[in-house]
């Protein structure tokens, strides 16, 4: 017998064998024909498995937040089928699931394209309204083998060839159809509807290799109804609208090249917008308490070592070796330099908590398929600080970052955040001892501090448990921002103490804490949140005065030193051009104000206020619009 413990507590006996479906039947017929799988100690398993073990148990619904992807699995099924009904004597290799959808990757002598979609999509449908029974087959590795190299699908022999011996392996059929598949899957073909859509195709190398195959990926997209399927779509619209690269040239902020790839090349405006990050996050540390230092970008090999980044890290690195055969690393974290100043003279309990921040360029090594504008570089910028403190002050600093976190994010458009605590991975440094402190002392600083978080496992820093900070954006996208870690590893690695009010040495804990992350990528998540149009405090020209008559050019450069003296970006435009011209093109270039200046301007001292994205004009005296705008123009943290 098994014992199974169902969502409202109650516990009920079983026969080995019994299945999910068999239970829902028992309960009603109706309950059976909604159901689609079942969670068993938190694990999705199909309908149809026969129990063989006790745990909590629960049905999953079509409708089911767990079942959204088993149709993007399935789905990515019956486009793999479509696929070889179409073209007889493609292979089909892998094909996952991924957030909001799914691909698949093909081998083919004649590679596909976005006019294959609709052909393929209509098969999808067909395969759908088939109806088609999901069943598992266990069959022994060698006659698996043997199977799929009958059928000349060679991508499959070798992923069956990693598989050990003494396996087996797990075959699913929908219909004459089958693959490799470690499921589970719906129960039929026909529960995953009708609200799906073939997104894109790329090429892709068999395993990521480039030695290897050149295959063809057709990436899907696949939701619970076809209001979701509408609404992602609309959502990827906007998405690229907002596309920070594309603004980015719209605006001349930045741009790439091949030959420093990874690395951001900033414009005047670029960089502006860039420094007014780091202007208002001094500010923000200047009144926290912290003491800004600067790291150097390059060190020694052993000091790598000792940090234990050179055995986690190495492969993300960028190294040098001079003639002397000494080897030096391009900093990965500031970290490790953190701790050498903490150590540059005699600390005292009095002293603690020590809040250092820098403001570190730091190098990691990203593939080079990896690489994505802004939200994904080699070369990047870190705001961040490390506390030194002792172990009865960890609460206290972890509320006080989480606090100040808050704050910085609402200051910058973001108010809809969760917080994740992401706990120890497989490959760490420290003792498990040391760990169980860590984890613990960081939760009951989100407790203390009144937060809710969801338990990301094994996903902490090598060194030390962590939160991260996710942002939802204004389209619903979610970022991964700031983090904080509680690291009992690294200052005992580098042999740091201070003298504790007992006059004995004492090791610091260290929190980790970065506010922005990569100030590159939260430049990248600004400009898309935003849609380039920026509150006028963080925008890089704030102002654009336009005349429409070369008359007017005096009391327009005017009217732009009063700004300025106020602290305020401010361009004049006297070109030669109609007025319509020059806001039609500022406003692409997503210039928050256009003050626009004719003869009647000149001669009653006014301005004609235009705003970005209204068709509104409003004439303002020039104190007026000066009072309002730089009050406007003050950042949150100064109001």
């Not at 809809?416 to 120890?424: A, H, V």
């Not at 327009?556 to 039609?584: Q, S």
Request: hydrophobic share 35%.
């Amino acid at each position: 017998m098994i014992s199974l413990t169902f969502p409202d507590g109650a516990t009920r006996e079983f026969e080995d064998g019994t299945s999910g479906y068999d239970i829902a039947s028992g309960i009603s017929k109706s309950l059976a024909k909604k159901a689609v799988a079942i969670k068993l100690d938190g694990v999705l398993r199909d309908l149809s498995e026969p129990l063989a073990e006790s745990g909590s148990f629960q049905l999953v619904m079509r409708d089911d937040p767990d079942a959204l992807e088993l149709i993007r699995h399935d789905c990515a099924h019956v486009m793999a089928e479509a696929v070889q009904e179409l073209f007889p004597g493609t292979q089909v290799t892998i094909g996952p699931t991924i957030e909001n959808g799914f691909y698949y990757d093909f081998y083919r002598d004649e590679p596909f394209s976005l006019e294959d979609f609709p052909k393929i999509e209509k098969k999808m449908a067909h395969i759908i309204e088939r109806n088609a029974v999901f069943t598992k087959q266990v069959m022994p590795r060698n006659e698996a083998k043997k199977l799929f190299a009958d059928m000349g699908e060679n991508f499959k022999v070798e992923l069956i060839d990693a598989i050990p011996e003494e396996d087996d392996v797990n075959i699913y059929n929908q219909g004459n159809w089958f693959d490799l598949c470690r499921g589970p899957h719906l129960p039929s073909t026909g529960k995953i509807g009708k609200a799906f859509k073939l997104m894109k195709v790329a090429g892709a190398y068999w395993r990521g290799d480039s030695d290897r195959e050149v295959l063809t990926r057709i990436y899907g997209s696949a939701w619970t109804d076809q209001k979701q399927l509408d609404e992602y779509l609309v959502r990827l619209e906007e998405a690229e609208k907002r596309d920070h690269r594309r603004l980015g040239r719209e605006m001349d902020l930045f741009h790439f090249q091949e030959e420093a790839p990874g690395s951001v090349f900033w414009h005047p405006k670029g960089w502006r917008l860039f420094t007014t990050l780091i202007d208002y996050m001094r500010r923000v540390q200047d009144k926290a308490g912290y003491v800004e230092v600067n790291s150097p970008d390059m060190m020694d090999r052993a000091l790598w070592e000792q940090s234990g980044h050179w055995e986690k890290f190495r492969e993300n690195m960028f190294t040098t070796q001079t003639e002397d055969d000494r080897v030096f690393a391009f900093k990965p974290m500031n970290c490790p330099g953190h701790v050498q100043i903490f150590k540059h003279g005699l600390k005292s309990y009095r002293d603690l908590p020590v809040k250092m921040a820098e403001f570190g360029k730091v190098h990691r090594y990203e593939p080079s398929g990896a690489l994505h504008g802004l939200m994904r570089v080699r070369s990047f910028t870190q705001d961040d600080a490390h506390i030194f403190c002792a172990e009865d002050q960890i609460t206290t600093e972890c509320v006080s970052v989480h606090k100040l976190m808050l704050q910085i994010y609402k200051d910058f458009g973001f108010e809809d955040l969760r917080i994740k605590f992401s706990d120890r991975p497989e490959k760490r440094v420290g003792s498990d001892e040391v760990w169980d402190a860590s984890e613990k002392a960081l939760q009951h600083a989100v407790d203390e501090a009144g937060g809710e978080y969801e338990l990301n496992p094994g996903e902490g820093a090598f060194y030390g448990p962590k939160l991260e900070y996710v942002l939802r954006d204004a389209i619903g996208r979610d970022w991964q921002c700031g983090t904080v870690q509680v690291d009992l590893n690294l200052p005992g690695r580098f042999d740091a103490f201070y003298i504790g009010s007992d006059s004995d040495k004492h090791t610091p804990v260290m929190i980790h804490r970065a506010m922005f992350g990569s100030l590159e990528r939260f430049v990248g998540i600004l400009i898309e949140h935003h849609a380039g149009h920026f509150p006028l405090w963080l925008a890089p020209v704030q102002v654009v005065v336009c005349t429409i008559k070369s008359e007017a050019d005096e009391y327009a450069n005017k009217v732009a030193d009063r700004l300025r003296a106020k602290g305020m970006h401010v361009d004049v435009d006297t070109r030669n051009e109609k007025i319509n011209y020059k806001v039609r093109e500022h406003s692409v270039a997503k210039i928050p104000v256009i003050l626009v200046i004719g003869m009647r301007e000149v001669e009653e001292e006014t301005v004609n206020m235009r705003r970005l994205g209204s068709r509104d004009q409003k004439s303002m005296t020039l104190d007026e619009a000066v009072t309002a705008l730089v009050e406007e123009a003050t950042p949150p943290d100064l109001r």
